[in-house]
């Protein structure tokens, strides 16, 4: 089937959605977001890296702590800074569980084949939500979606392809 207008639209208008709420809902529970977020993150590192913790601040800006010492997230590697907002995503699900939706675009970029594949051990074991909907290349995910749907471009015709 081919992308349609309608389609289009309502991931547009979800995408859109999903910006206008997600500051509103970081300030109102960020102290409780920033708990969570810092107990994912510690157990996703293990004892690797020296982790006491992470957080988003008031203007929004993610920092980790390590050895007691607050840092920029951006210090961090790229499969460390993954770990790090997947903590942040799923900590904030856990707020919006009475919803039952979590949306995960590319949580695997950056992330070693190992490190993929204990991710999605660890989404399919902690389940804060009902339904999750992820955005990947990465075809691990096929193992724990109830449904897949693929989608791509016919270089052909230039049309996109569900």
């Known amino acids: 089937l081919i992308l349609n207008k309608k389609k289009m639209n309502f991931i547009l208008q979800l995408r859109d959605l999903c910006e206008l709420i997600s500051p509103v ?6 102290d409780q977001i920033n708990e969570r977020a810092s107990e994912l993150f510690k157990e996703f590192m293990g004892h690797s890296g020296g982790f006491d913790g992470i957080y988003i601040n008031e203007n929004y800006d993610i920092y ?23 903590a942040i995503r799923l900590a ?6 009475n919803l039952g939706l979590i949306l995960l675009d590319e949580p695997t970029a950056h992330l070693d084949d190992f ?3 204990e991710m999605v051990e660890m989404l399919e074991l902690y389940s804060p939500v009902s339904q999750m909907i992820t955005v990947t290349h990465d075809e691990e995910f096929e193992k724990i979606g109830d ?9 052909s015709t ?4 569900i």
């Open 25 to 30: 809902l970081r300030k109102l529970h960020l």
């Open 92 to 97: 904030i699900a856990e707020k919006l569980a």
């Open 147 to 155: 449904n897949i749907i693929q989608v791509y471009k016919d270089i």
């Open 115 to 117: 490190h993929i594949k």
């Open 64 to 86: 980790i702590i390590r050895y007691g010492i607050e840092e920029p997230i951006r210090l961090l590697s790229g499969g460390e800074q993954v770990n790090a907002c997947l």
């Open 158 to 161: 230039g049309s996109t392809i």
